[in-house]
């Protein structure tokens, strides 16, 4: 079983970028695929990025492709998603998630465990 705790969220002006971090407790980081979703007041939970075990694969939402960069550091247990170049329709609330399967899931239901959120707010 693994925790995850999200920081990094906050206002952020159009154009402007954030990085979001979390962080994994237990000492298993490196055998988990770890996703990122966001969602919107009234909306579905939307895939945002996933990162295999090793950080060699990723896989980005077209939404967010060429914008948004998720990385990890197997190390400390972590795992990034780097926000630039902000619109205000990136608003969300944006949740790290993991699964012990080595597919890079699209889906909230290719996920196993997930943090409670950090909330995203871009202003134009």
């Known amino acids: 079983q693994v925790q995850l705790v999200e920081s990094g969220g906050g206002l952020v002006q159009s154009g402007g970028s954030l990085r979001l971090s979390c962080a994994a407790s237990g000492r298993t980081f490196s055998s988990y695929t770890m996703g990122w979703f966001r969602q919107a007041p009234g909306k579905e939970r939307d895939f945002v990025a996933t990162?295999?075990?090793?950080?060699?694969?990723?896989y980005y939402a077209d939404s967010v492709k060429g914008r948004f960069t998720t990385s990890r550091d197997n190390a400390k247990n972590t795992v990034y998603l780097q926000m630039n170049s902000l619109k205000p329709e990136d608003t969300a609330v944006y949740y790290c998630?993991?699964?012990?399967?080595?597919?890079?899931?699209?889906?909230?239901?290719?996920?196993?465990?997930w943090g409670q959120g950090t909330q995203v707010t871009v202003s134009s």
């Open positions: 990162i295999i075990r090793s950080g060699g694969s990723t």
């Open positions: 998630a993991a699964t012990p399967r080595m597919v890079l899931s699209t889906t909230p239901k290719g996920y196993d465990y």
